[in-house]
């Protein structure tokens, strides 16, 4: 079992418990590796991706590439298709800017087949019974749900993310959006899903004693978190964290297939966790590498 204490350092980025690896001497994280070529021969075997690795390319691509059932669970945030065909919306009072990035921009049937493919090859590369929990909101959950019941995959949970300090509502025509869902699934169908990870006595701890619930209030990334560059979905570290508690164990290879700036990674990084993860933008790689990199060292440097 996890030790649940507060981070007593404040050299490193603090989440709900103590780094895992502060024993072992600094390791410096190596540079993101660029997609190669594809080169398709039939009959080659797939290939193992290499341990506490991120990948710049193509999400589908990638996975294409990688062994069966390699995983023993898969943490990732796709795109939730926020922004669609309309620009980013403003408002006098605030910088802030929803999402207006061409990466979250699909048509509904494009978004349709796009979380269809990716999805299918997450189910082939984790494990059987393996959890795979995918971030969304009102604009794609929906959408990813009826995807997973398509393919007949047991849903576990749903988990309620909500935020005691979220951005107001810029048009001021409906409630504020304050909460995101994470839904949490076993590679397996709904007849044979069985013996799937789940950590409840840290749960419990994290908790104070009671057993945990599926409503987690935190709030919205620190700036803390934000010093090596910012991603507009970011995730803070103390949900990512929460998450490779309760549905991985010490030593398990864990996939993020939309590592953004790192979050699940670094998560993983803490906790002992072997992280591989894909990114496709190499601006948002190359904050992922420096923040895990330069918060390795700094928990090294805190003893």
Known sequence: MVAMVATKHKDWQPGEVDPLDLDLPYEPVSQPLRQPRLMKTPGVDKVAPLPNQLYEGDTVELLNQWEDKYFHSTITDPPYNIARDRKGLTWAFSSHVTIENEWDRYSSDDYEAFTTSWLKEVCRVTKENGNIFIFGSYHNIYTIGAIAARLDLRIINSIIWAKPNAQPNITCRMLTESTEQILWLCNNTNKKAKNWTYNYADMKGLNGGKQMRNFWEIPVTPQRERVHGKHPS?????????????????GDRVLDCFGGSGSTLLACDRLDRKWVGIERDGEYCAIAHKRIDDERRQRRLAL
């Open 234 to 250: 970011q995730k803070p570290l103390k949900l990512m964290e929460r998450l490779v508690l309760a549905g991985t164990n010490r």
